[in-house]
């Protein structure tokens, strides 16, 4: 085969692979890793009040129905709990996926908490929440095949949150 023929059944060949990968069942993951924002006046760290902030309301992220595919995900989020109990200045700092940060900042926003103390006072208090996705449509059984979940629902445990501050 001649250079030329060559080059044209690479090209050929470079296209038909790369058309396979632009159709909508294909989901590209975009990772985020954001440096942790500085902490504001009057805010503390978690190690520097009495006693912790505790969650009163707790709301689970949706996860996000573009990326169906993906079995499982995560996100970091960094927040103020303020001394009313409401969250404040919540940001993503690592994730998967942007679309599971943004859906975990969402969340994070609906929260309510009895506030940090200190010396029994309550004041605004930085802290940080992982976050773990699992697919609401589909799940990986033991013998590692794909299956859809039943009638479209989320398998139990579908989104689970640690609530540790670190």
């Not at 926003?109 to 802290?127: E, H, I, S, T």
């Not at 589909?138 to 629902?153: E, F, I, K, M, Y």
Request: charged share 20%; with cysteine; aromatic share 6%.
């Amino acid at each position: 085969m001649s250079a030329p023929w060559k080059r044209l059944s690479l090209a050929a060949l470079a296209t038909a692979a790369m058309t396979g990968c632009s159709g909508t069942d294909f989901v590209s993951e975009r990772p985020v890793d954001n440096p942790v924002p500085p902490l504001k006046a009057g805010v503390y760290r978690i190690e520097a009040v009495d006693v912790r902030p505790v969650a009163t309301r707790e709301v689970e992220p949706d996860y996000p129905p573009e990326l169906g595919s993906i079995l499982t995900g995560s996100a970091v989020v960094v927040f103020t709990v303020c001394a009313d109990g409401k969250v404040a200045d919540a940001s993503v700092v690592e994730a998967a996926d942007v679309l599971f940060g943004e859906a975990a900042v969402a969340a994070v926003r609906k929260w309510r908490f009895r506030p940090a103390l200190v010396k029994g006072a309550p004041v605004d208090c930085r802290m940080t929440l992982p976050f773990i996705f699992t697919s609401p449509y589909g799940r990986l059984p033991q013998d590692g095949s794909v299956s859809d979940a039943p009638n479209g629902s989320p398998p139990d445990g579908s989104h689970q949150t640690t609530i540790e501050p670190r």
